[in-house]
């Protein structure tokens, strides 16, 4: 089977071909286009700014997704190829409201126009699904060897960590479909503790890449942060503390007053310990819990994902721990490009999650949660 699956939640416009053939997923394509730049222009997204990016990229990117997957050079017709596909896959919530909307009514269209079903997924039951992309050798991208199996089957129960710019979610996951939400972020998501701290320091949006190049260089003992919620007996998760701290410390250390004037007077050794320690004080948090959950449900598979998962330390980290202390678990985490935004991983959901909804019924749920 065949899945086009769609992404638009927020500012990255995503369209992926996925074969689904027995237990296997093949990658055909996965092409993304982002408008970062023009957010990091503003130190942050204006939603009407991603939302008129995504209406420019849509078609191109379907498009381009669809070139990729066919390599039909010349004589290349996109509807002649839509043809070929068996099902479209369309985030359909949570994310911005505008973007949502792109994406939502670009699927209806085409299931429409090419009386195709459109299986509607959850942007964040879709970063999980990312990680049936698993393979032993590199990912390739290149035309004939765009295979990517499942070398060790995820196992359940398995436990899944979603850490993104919005959301920090533990679930329990039985089975395909069978979600049951553990605990979550009480306040700012990870992936906004570290943009927030990173626009504290005066890193560009967003910053949880350059904090993890940062923390490399820095020394993580020269601050020691709240780790908030560590020892608590629930799964939840809070970290708007940490940012507090951080504030708490940045003033001290530069000696500006509170508020004004910006940037902070620090120099690049003294953000690079600070990045350290933050990174650090996040993965310690993410870390306890996730294992603490694992022992508990006594699962066989971790599944990391969203765009905190890219960072390197913190799956060096997770694979460690989970050695030293839950050695019947396997922790799996996608590839890099599969961890941030893209539709590989819509398309990954709908395929093992195959509920078609009439288009006419579909709409863009910017709220929607587990
Ligand atoms: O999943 P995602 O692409 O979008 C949402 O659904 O939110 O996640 C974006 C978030 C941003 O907050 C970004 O700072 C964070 O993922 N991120 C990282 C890294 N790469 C992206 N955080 C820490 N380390 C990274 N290497
Ligand atoms: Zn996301």
């Keep these: 089977m065949l899945i086009l699956g769609i992404e638009t939640s927020c500012d990255e416009t995503s369209a992926a071909i996925v074969e689904k053939q027995d237990k296997q997923l093949i990658l055909k394509s996965n092409v993304v286009a982002s408008s970062l730049a023009i957010h990091k222009k503003t130190g942050g997204i204006i939603p009407e700014n991603a939302a008129r990016e995504q209406i420019k990229y849509i078609l191109p990117v379907i498009k381009q997704s669809l070139r990729e997957a066919f390599d039909t050079p010349d004589t290349f017709d996109t509807l002649d190829t839509l043809k070929n596909i068996d099902a479209i896959a369309v985030t359909y919530g949570p994310g911005l409201i505008g973007s949502l909307l792109v ?72 089975d395909h479909g069978d979600l049951k939400l553990l605990g979550g972020t009480r306040d700012d998501a990870a992936g906004e503790a570290f943009d927030k701290i990173g626009r504290l320091l005066g890193l560009s949006y967003p910053a949880g890449p350059e904090i993890e190049k940062r923390a490399k260089l820095g020394d993580v ?109 396997k922790v799996f985490s996608p590839e890099k490009t599969l961890c941030t935004d893209n539709a590989a991983m819509i398309a990954a959901a709908a395929a093992y999650n195959f509920k078609p909804t009439p288009w006419k019924k579909l709409t863009a749920n910017p709220e929607l949660y587990f």
């Excluded at 970063?127 to 089957?153: S, V």
Aim: glycine share 6%; net charge positive.
């Design 221 to 329: 003992k020269k601050f020691n942060f709240p780790r908030p919620l560590i020892g608590s007996d629930d799964y939840d998760f809070s970290f708007s503390g940490l940012k507090t701290a951080v504030l708490r410390e940045v003033i001290k250390i530069s000696g500006n007053k509170p508020l004004t004037p910006k940037p902070y007077n620090l120099n690049p050794n003294t953000i690079n310990d600070i990045c350290a320690a933050v990174q650090q004080a996040i993965i310690a948090v993410l870390i306890k819990k996730t294992l603490k959950a694992a022992k508990e449900y006594n699962v066989k598979s971790i599944l990391l994902s969203g765009g905190v998962a890219a960072n390197q330390t913190l799956k060096e980290q997770f694979e460690l721990f989970a050695i030293r202390y839950l050695p019947y678990a």
């Design 103 to 174: 994406g939502v009514e670009t699927a209806k269209t085409l299931s429409f126009v090419l009386d195709k079903p459109i299986i509607p997924v959850n942007h964040m039951v879709g970063h999980i699904y990312a990680n049936w992309f698993m393979a032993n050798g590199k990912w390739q991208m290149a035309k004939e060897e765009t295979i990517r199996h499942t070398p060790y089957a995820i196992r359940f129960p398995a436990i899944a960590l979603v850490v993104s710019g919005g959301h920090t979610d533990l679930l329990l996951m039985q």
